[in-house]
């Protein structure tokens, strides 16, 4: 199947369920239905069944899955089966956060340089990366080419470092600033914004 | 309309619209298309348009949407003209981050109160904020009835720490635990991670 042809709302869940499977292997369970793996998710065991059709078949129906089975296969989908080398640019409170966050290495995502504009911040070293002049870092990526970004700049610089990072080569960016990127078609884009996530929870308060 | 009957998918689009909007707001623009709004959005103005559909009318075929009466109206049904009160539990850098970041209280969401359980964390002060012993939570946050909460503790503690948030009445958390909490019915979750967004984007790549 093409992947252009499957929802982006089905790919968005599949790290869900990667997460949950995780879960069932640190309890070590073998097998899970469909409606264990609903459970506390916030979709339908329908939905799962749905998602993980648009795969091919991993189940039989009334057994359940196959928890190591389907963790792999998964993981397998999304190519998490290598190591990602990803750029971060601006380091803030934010950016020094994410450095520090030992979360990204142990899923395969290894930050390998990290850039800034203010003096005070370039040449400093956090959680062993040190941080380099923004000015250089075409000459840095360019030749290296690291095909993912995170972005944690103030937001009247976001729009200026991700078509440079573009530039350079970059083909996914994670963008942590307040703002609506514009990047060309093929780029992929994911925001992460705690106040759109806020805004969403007032409607039902 | 009940809220219940309004996709969620479509109740989390609508801060996306709010910041497209506020975007034409600061260029000085008067109305905008849903083509125009459409742009860079990552979805469809024929999507935009059946969103705003569950709401009301807010345009006349033909004759684009009034920008200022739209934000004001998706403000008002995402309950943003008030200013909501928000605890912090788990001052680490992400928590130390979030604390001075600007962008929550420029949105109406005034953190509160801060809570850890280092020793070396407890006491000190960070963006005006002085952070308090976790075993101290429910004093504080009980008796003055903060309806949100935003979690940075480690995977290990977050259920716990969202099981005694909840004792205290607080009816929302925003998670950045990279875990799948259980919550009761009635109370909102929402997550953020940053690898599940990576992990979104490396099957693309």
Chains 1, 2 share one sequence.
Not at 32 to 48: C, D, F, T
Not at 84 to 98: C, F, I, K, N
Not at 163 to 184: E, F, H, M, S, W
Request: charged share 20%; with cysteine.
């Amino acid at each position: 199947m093409e992947k252009s042809s499957i929802p982006e709302v089905v790919v968005a869940r599949l790290p869900v369920y990667i997460q949950k499977l995780n879960q069932l292997v640190r309890e070590g369970r073998e097998i899970v239905s469909s409606q264990e793996m609903a459970e506390h998710l916030g979709v339908s065991s329908a939905q799962i069944r749905k998602d993980l059709s648009f795969f091919g078949g991993f189940g039989k129906q009334g057994t359940g899955y196959n928890v190591i089975n389907l963790l792999e296969s998964l993981r397998s989908i999304l190519n998490l089966n290598q190591i990602w080398e990803v750029v971060l640019v601006g380091v803030g409170h934010l950016g020094q956060a994410l450095l520090s966050y030992q979360g990204f290495s142990r899923n395969g995502f290894e930050i390998v340089m990290a850039f800034d504009n203010d003096p005070k911040i370039v040449g400093k070293t956090f959680a062993g990366i040190k941080v380099i002049d923004v000015n250089e870092m075409q000459n840095h990526i360019c030749p290296r080419g690291v095909p993912i970004a995170i972005l944690t700049v103030p937001a009247a610089n976001a729009q200026e470092m991700a078509d440079q990072l573009i530039r350079c080569g970059v083909k996914a960016i994670l963008n942590y600033a307040p703002v609506t990127l514009k990047v060309p078609e093929g780029i992929r884009l994911a925001n992460i914004d705690p106040v759109l996530s806020l805004q969403t929870i007032t409607f039902y308060l």
